[in-house]
């Protein structure tokens, strides 16, 4: 079991450019999360997957913010134009549906906008 | 509306003595708890669940953690901290859906 794995691990961009952060689900698992983490605000879910399809997007803090997930594989999270209020720690996780399944996490991209 | 408390931000102990960080929780439904531990530069790992059974829930490293319904409480603990206990610790509770609310996070600190 490879886990959650995410790349890059580190983003340096400058306001304005483009970013795209990418995450691979452990194979098996149909329920996908991309979080945020600061200090300020903590954990945040910005969107739910499940079975590829977007469920819950309530989270993503504005239009510059966009999410897919093609296929069971791969998801990716882009940020267009960035700003340095995203500078943050986005993680990725996957579980399988069902009440109770854990969440497990990627080891994070940390992105800095400047 | 499920939240989570975590009581202190920060926890400092000697290794060897007892850890106790301390959660308390909101639901409008029987909850789903749980406690992740977070080491530096890496994602949130498991530590242990509580969904239904047992009130006193055993997990990995040697924590475990009591479902008190009472005190709307899931407290963590370890009996003697070790150096590699140092990490920061989330618990989070779950409404029986997808959606996980976490707490702010505990950090501990462990003293030779």
């Known amino acids: 079991d490879a886990g959650v794995i995410q790349s890059p691990r580190h983003e340096v961009t400058e306001m304005g450019q483009e970013v795209t952060l990418r995450c691979k689900p452990i194979s098996g698992h149909n329920s996908l999360f991309w979080y945020r983490q600061t200090m300020m605000r903590g954990l945040e879910l910005l969107i739910y997957?499940?079975?590829?399809?977007?469920?819950?997007d309530s989270g993503m803090p504005e239009d510059r913010f966009s999410a897919k997930m093609p296929n069971a594989s791969f998801s990716t999270l882009k940020i267009q134009p960035s700003e340095p209020r995203d500078s943050a720690v986005y993680f990725c996780?996957?579980?399988?549906?069902?009440?109770?399944?854990?969440?497990?996490f990627g080891n994070g991209t940390r992105l800095t906008v400047t | 509306a499920q939240s989570v408390t975590q009581l202190g931000s920060h926890v400092s102990v000697s290794e060897g003595a007892l850890v106790l960080l301390r959660c308390n929780y909101s639901?409008?439904?029987?909850?789903?708890l749980f406690w992740y531990v977070q080491y530096p530069n890496q994602g949130l790992q498991l530590l242990l669940k509580y969904t239904t059974g047992a009130t006193l829930v055993k997990g990995i490293n040697g924590f475990e953690a009591e479902f008190k319904k009472s005190e709307t409480s899931f407290h963590l603990t370890k009996p003697s901290a070790h150096m590699s206990d140092a990490a920061e610790y989330f618990c989070a509770v779950s409404d029986r859906d997808y959606k996980l609310s976490f707490g702010a996070g505990t950090t501990v600190t462990v003293r030779a």
């Open positions: 997957f499940n079975n590829n399809v977007p469920i819950d």
């Open positions: 639901s409008s439904v029987p909850p789903y």
């Open positions: 996780a996957s579980s399988l549906t069902g009440v109770g399944s854990p969440l497990h």
